[in-house]
């Protein structure tokens, strides 16, 4: 059975056909709103987010410290056993350097980019990595394996949510930037 | 297991970026040309099996009741599956539990996919696969996983971009003998590396595209199939596997759960010796990195040499090991769940000797779908036997 034996269906069509009306088209928006509970575990690490602190929780037999943390361990089937403070440092495992927004519209020229990461947290069991975003760094500057350091919102601003950290930068900067603005992180 | 299952018959739509059909149209379309090509009508199909990918991309909640009629599912045992872009590669191991149980001696298998209705685009649907409260503030898109392990893996293995754009100039090139393609061409390397940058390591020319299709297969079981037909291919190991959905605490260099599947499937085929016992593979391509990355996990390649054997022309169609002689998503085209089942199609079209110019040579009588998805997580597989 070929399949040049056969006249394949599927008839393509273009933008224009819909704008000219050559083809119909109904548009609709559907109206739904969520609200999501946060839960028990990432409930407290949201919490926590907000006191300007990462929180993971251990389990006690394979001994993982988990991110993000969860009350039960999907590998040994079990409760998790404790709650753990991580630091709010950690390294580059991987990055990209994104020029598309969230439905494929293109970052205009000269704007900065979106810098998507994902950032094995120091405390954290080995391989622990949460995704998060780089900034105060340039693009080209970024590297897999680079030690950064959350960037916290000032407590006040801060509303128990992951953007509370509004980014990690490269860890020496950090170090600069604290002597001149000590007391606006934890 | 109550009975060996075969495929003894396919149809596939044209894969476009937009179709004028429905997604129903689509799924009657190529469900009648498979029918066709065995010479059986709806009345012969005891069971039929549905897969299609997240109803956000129609807008259509309950899609497998929607697609139902296309499809021919009215007053049959009738069934829709989905695991994300793994379900193409799923359709065919769900209608094999139905016949393999002895419960129905035929199924039709169909994948319909109508991506283009979701405005602005196909990708906005996708930010809802993201953790809802630990990501998606972040503003993410679908691209930056995609990005982010394509970037794990080249600092794994010391490998460029160089090193990988051939995937899309290999598969491209295939496409243009196939009918359904979408995206077919000649390009070269530099093509992919200038082609514009959408996320750092991706490129436009890295990437399938969204599209509308369909593709349908008809399943019998051992005595039904050699009625059917004299030429049955016969799926001899089918295997799936789910990683975490935690995937930033995954290695992102090596697919483990590709490899979990990889060796269930093998296994059931009596496969030890993959790399002897596939002559011909279409691992899941939505972007060129990911054929490697695949090869690798269904141990078709050792850990971060795939793009060895593509700088080698060992993935040619006239190489040693053929990978996606279709021209896989890059360059036929990606309606996701029909993407996947294009895949089975081509296998099953190799083994029968009836590819038209993208015939491998050697007549080969063992082959391997696989399709992958979620959050990068889920890998599907068939062996395929002549």
Same mark, same amino acid.
């Given at each position: 059975m070929e399949l040049s034996k056969f006249e394949l269906g599927g008839t393509r069509i273009k933008q224009s056909d819909i704008s000219k009306g050559n083809v119909l088209t109904l548009a609709v928006t559907p109206k739904l709103e969520y609200a999501w509970d946060d839960g028990v575990a990432i409930g407290r690490y949201l919490e926590e987010l907000g006191n300007g602190k990462i929180i993971a929780r251990k389990c006690n037999k394979c001994g993982r410290i988990m991110l993000p943390p969860r009350m039960f361990c999907e590998l040994c089937w079990r409760a998790t056993d404790e709650w753990v403070y991580c630091e709010d440092t950690g390294t580059v495992n991987t990055f990209s350097l994104c020029h598309v927004n969230w439905d494929a519209s293109r970052i205009p020229e000269g704007e900065p980019l979106h810098l998507p990461a994902v950032i094995h947290i120091d405390g954290a069991s080995p391989g622990m990595g949460i995704l998060h975003v780089l900034g105060e760094v340039e693009p080209d500057k970024i590297k897999i394996g680079m030690k950064v350091r959350a960037v916290w919102k000032k407590p006040d601003e801060?509303?128990?949510?992951?953007?509370?950290?509004t980014h990690f930068k490269p860890v020496r900067a950090a170090r600069k930037k604290s002597k001149k603005k000590s007391g606006g992180g934890r | 297991m109550g009975q060996k299952v075969a495929i003894v018959g396919a149809g596939i739509t044209k894969f476009v970026s937009r179709a004028q059909e429905t997604g129903k149209e689509l799924a009657w379309q190529a469900s009648k040309m498979a029918l066709d090509s065995c010479g059986l009508t709806l009345n012969d199909m005891e069971s039929v099996s549905l897969g299609s990918a997240p109803d956000a991309f129609d807008g259509v909640h309950m899609k497998g009741e929607y697609l139902r009629d296309g499809s021919g599912g009215w007053r049959k045992p009738y069934m829709r599956h989905f695991v994300g872009g793994g379900t193409g590669v799923f359709a065919p191991i769900h209608g094999w539990f139905h016949v393999a149980s002895g419960m129905f001696d035929t199924c039709l298998v169909v994948c319909s996919e109508k991506m283009s209705s979701v405005y602005p685009h196909p990708q906005g649907a996708f930010t809802t696969i993201f953790d809802h409260t630990t990501e998606q503030a972040l503003d993410p898109t679908l691209i930056w996983i995609f990005a982010l392990e394509y970037n794990r893996y080249m600092e794994t293995y010391g490998l460029t971009k160089a090193d990988i754009a051939p995937v899309s100039v290999k598969n491209k090139k295939n496409a243009m003998d196939h009918p359904s393609a979408q995206l077919p061409g000649e390009i070269t390397v530099e093509d992919v590396l200038n082609s514009e940058l959408l996320a750092w390591p991706v490129n436009r020319l890295d990437i399938s595209p969204a599209s509308d299709g369909a593709a349908a297969i008809v399943l019998a079981g051992e005595h039904a199939a050699k009625r059917i037909t004299d030429k049955p291919i016969w799926i001899e190991g089918v295997g799936w596997s789910l990683d975490t959905?935690?995937?930033?605490?995954? $290695?992102?260099?090596?697919p483990r759960h590709v490899e979990k599947s990889a060796r269930m499937a093998y296994d059931m085929a009596g496969i030890r010796e993959p790399r002897r016992e596939i002559e011909i593979a279409e691992p899941? $391509? &939505?972007?060129?990195y990911k054929e490697l990355h695949h090869m690798e996990g269904l141990l078709l390649a050792n850990r971060g040499e795939a793009p060895q054997l593509l700088a080698d022309g060992v993935?040619?169609? $006239?190489?040693d090991r053929p990978m996606? &002689?279709?021209?896989g998503l890059l360059g036929v085209g990606n309606p996701i769940s029909a993407a996947g089942l294009m895949k089975v199609i081509e296998i099953f079209l190799q083994l029968r000797g009836e590819a038209d110019k993208r015939q491998v040579p050697g007549n080969p009588t063992c082959g391997l779908a696989q399709a992958w998805g979620d959050l990068m997580q889920v890998s599907t597989v068939v062996v395929l036997k002549r």
């Open positions: 801060r509303e128990g949510s992951i953007t509370d950290i | 959905a935690y995937w930033a605490t995954r $290695d992102l260099s090596y899941y $391509d &939505p972007f060129t993935t040619q169609r $006239d190489g996606c &002689p279709s021209g």
